[in-house]
């Protein structure tokens, strides 16, 4: 059982724009803006995405964002590209780091 | 280019040990901590534990799972970080990465961390008899 908690699956066709959640509790999302989110392609290592909830690191596209409202965080992607089918986790601060149980993206 | 290479995996029998290596390039090693984390097969990430940098006293944090089992330990002299896993159970099994940590903040305990911006390619742990 996960900390956080992500839609197994959500799916988009491209050029669309899809959601993924990840809800934890006042301890943990909502205690700190500290939430980071990973991309995984099948056999390789993640990649940070997005950091403190709404950063991006260099090189990573604009399409995607990240958000916070309340105990839930939010990765949204933007204009879906066959390249962004992957897993998706969140991870956020909770005394230590706690992760979402991974939210796998089809683009359709 | 910035990168972190894992080694040291294998098959190994249970309650024996394994020590992995992370070998560092691209950037000061020295001034960050670094993490390991898991993935066992078909499941999510799990936080296995970091040593922070000898600026906060190269000190070292684990998650339950592994507490006692597990010693990491860092010789930047190298740029190499090491995860020594003893009393390996069956449950160990994984693929295991190691990350660095460039979010140094003082939770009101100590120097803790909250996000990983490079991560190895990982090295496969199987215990198994």
């Known amino acids: 059982q996960s900390a956080l908690t992500q839609p197994a699956s959500v799916s988009g066709s491209p050029g669309q724009s899809i959601t993924i959640s990840c809800t934890g509790t006042?301890?943990?999302?909502?205690?700190?803006?500290?939430v980071s989110w990973y991309q995984q392609h099948p056999g390789k290592a993640p990649k940070l995405m997005i950091y403190e909830g709404s950063k991006r690191p260099s090189g990573v596209s604009n399409r995607f964002s990240g958000s916070k409202s309340g105990n839930t965080a939010s990765l949204t992607i933007s204009g879906l590209q066959a390249e962004d089918e992957a897993d998706y986790y969140c991870c956020s601060y909770a005394g230590s780091r706690v992760f979402g149980g991974g939210t796998k993206l089809t683009v359709l | 280019e910035v990168q972190l290479v894992e080694s040291g995996g294998g098959l190994v029998q249970p309650g024996r040990s394994l020590r992995l290596s992370c070998t560092a390039s691209?950037?000061?090693?020295?001034?960050?901590?670094m993490s390991w984390f898991r993935q066992a097969p078909g499941k999510g990430l799990e936080w296995v534990g970091f040593?922070?940098?000898?600026?906060?006293?190269?000190?070292?944090e684990y998650a339950a799972s592994v507490k006692g089992r597990f010693t990491i330990s860092r010789d930047d002299s190298k740029s190499i970080a090491y995860l020594q896993m003893n009393s390996l159970k069956t449950e160990d099994t994984a693929v295991y990465y190691c990350?660095?940590?460039?979010?140094?903040?003082?939770?009101?305990?100590?120097?803790?961390?909250?996000?990983?911006?490079?991560w190895g390619k990982g090295t496969t742990v199987t215990v198994s008899s």
């Open positions: 006042s301890s943990d999302v909502g205690s700190y803006n500290l």
């Open positions: 691209g950037f000061t090693f020295g001034d960050y901590a």
């Open positions: 990350t660095r940590d460039p979010s140094d903040f003082w939770s009101g305990y100590s120097v803790d961390y909250y996000y990983m911006d490079v």
């Open positions: 040593i922070r940098s000898k600026a906060y006293g190269g000190t070292t």
